[in-house]
């Protein structure tokens, strides 16, 4: 996969928590891989927290096509310009 994007509100484990589960395995691509979260949670301290969880951006429903590419577009150039 290239980008994951992530519903923080999950029923079993919240995207939090999958997020932090992803970003300490044991896979290489597990550390850099862009997460996306895709949350109802608008405030700037849900971003907050979906940033210290370890994932890439926050974008707060309802989803907006436009900004979704747009967000896709810079994550993927922000994570191969790491692997360059």
């Excluded at 109802?40 to 907006?64: I, S, T, Y």
Aim: hydrophobic share 40%; charged share 30%.
């Amino acid at each position: 996969y290239d980008v994951i994007l992530m519903d923080v509100m999950m029923p079993v484990m919240d995207g939090l928590t999958a997020t932090r589960t992803i970003r300490i395995l044991e896979r290489q691509d597990a550390k850099t891989i862009p997460i996306i979260a895709m949350t109802a949670n608008a405030f700037r301290e849900d971003a907050e927290k979906c940033l210290e969880a370890g994932m890439n951006a926050h974008l707060a429903k309802p989803l907006d096509d436009k900004k979704i590419k747009q967000t896709i577009s810079e994550e993927l150039r922000r994570s191969n310009a790491c692997h360059e």
